[in-house]
């Protein structure tokens, strides 16, 4: 089993917090990493389960029977009504790691909890595989890049295989998942928006024009780009909005957010076919984007930062006192435009990090420093 980075965190949420929520995109492995931390004195509740539907007929009376035990519930979002029931029985007796609850749907299951469970959970969210849980070499570098994250695709004997468990998911997460979520739209027109969504990869998000596509109206785009990002597959990245005395790009940029997916939906097979297709160069500034956002702070706003004037930074990292700016390169040899050192200086930021595929990292100019995604996800940030 590979050890996931947020084990330590989730350990000591569950010290401190009476309930956990786990969330993240479904097939990424919320389940495996709940049983291997929780133990075999844990109980194991899954919502799709009728057995364990059953044992909920009467939720409080059952659940107040294991005060003494952690209560895994997976796809907690499937019964919404547990959550008053659950502050209830935590309002009882009041101590860490009663609740951990695992879900895939984000927005919907923190508005549902946060209104019975303030200040009794915390919020973790597991995504698909990132580079340094599977090893920085450049064999894994490229296998993630091509296959993406979802355990069952990356660990898939060949591409091959791979590619075919990722159609897979397309389908059951379209015909299943959803449905399962109370979304009643037609599998095929999703999938159509979908893949439409696949050829804007990184691209300035345009209500009209993709539904001038579709043949749909711009509300019914932005609710179907909803839908995938409440449900992980797909970000919404906002541009930066301070009040800069510059004219902004005030549109946000769509990516999908795991590069496996988005080369299933392009038809991308093999490496060959990747670094062939048009695509490349956006498919990897999604994966920068997807780690770089995955292993910043809890008090950092992600943002993408673009003038009309042709300043750019494919992403900036706002924290409290502190801006990052990030620019993604598929290249071995980058070279910078002249927007890269425009939008640096309008946004105060001395140096900033160009992230490339190569594997050494080194000083490009007086203010971009070139570095692998190793050395980025682990802090190398070089200012000599």
Not at 85 to 106: M, T, Y
Not at 135 to 163: C, I, M, V, W
């Amino acid at each position: 089993m590979i050890e996931r980075k947020i084990t330590p965190m989730l350990r000591e949420s569950l010290t401190q917090f009476p309930a956990v929520a786990l969330l993240g995109p479904r097939q990424v492995g919320k389940t495996t990493l709940a049983r291997a931390i929780a133990g075999r004195e844990a109980v194991f509740l899954d919502l799709e389960r009728p057995a364990d539907m059953a044992r909920l007929r009467d939720p409080e009376a059952y659940l107040s029977t294991q005060a003494e035990r952690l209560v895994v519930i997976d796809e907690i979002q499937r019964m919404p009504e547990l959550f008053p029931i659950l502050r209830a029985l935590i309002d009882q007796e009041r101590r860490p790691g009663r609740f951990l609850l695992l879900g895939s749907a984000s927005p919907a299951l923190r508005r549902q909890s946060a209104e019975s469970l303030a200040g009794r959970i915390e919020y973790l969210e597991l995504t698909p595989f990132m580079l340094d849980e599977v090893g920085a070499t450049p064999e894994n570098q490229q296998k993630l890049h091509l296959r993406g994250g979802f355990p069952e695709s990356y660990l898939a004997p060949s591409d091959k295989a791979s590619l075919r468990w990722r159609h897979a998911f397309i389908q059951a997460f379209l015909e299943q998942d959803l449905p399962m979520l109370g979304i009643g739209i037609p599998a095929s027109q999703l999938r159509r928006f979908w893949q439409m969504l696949a050829h804007l990869h990184g691209q300035i998000w345009n209500a009209s024009q993709v539904a001038a596509s579709l043949g749909f109206t711009p509300p019914t785009m932005r609710s179907y780009l909803d839908i995938l990002a409440d449900t992980y597959m797909a970000r919404v990245l906002p541009p930066y909005y301070a009040n800069l005395g510059k004219r902004l790009i005030k549109s946000p940029k769509v990516y999908l957010r795991d590069s496996g997916l988005l080369h299933a939906l392009l038809g991308i097979a093999t490496l060959d076919d990747l670094y062939a297709h048009p695509v490349a160069g956006a498919s990897w500034e999604g994966v920068v984007i997807e780690h770089l956002i995955g292993h910043a702070g809890d008090n950092t706003s992600p943002y993408y930062y673009r003038t009309v004037a042709g300043s750019e930074l494919d992403l900036v990292l706002d924290a409290p006192g502190e801006k990052q700016g990030y620019e993604a390169k598929f290249s071995l040899s980058p070279t910078l435009s002249k927007g890269y050192h425009l939008a640096l200086a309008d946004l105060g930021i001395e140096q900033g990090e160009v992230v490339y595929p190569g594997m050494e990292s080194y000083r490009m100019t007086s203010d971009a420093y070139v570095t692998s995604l190793a050395d980025v996800l682990n802090g190398v940030h070089r200012r000599d």
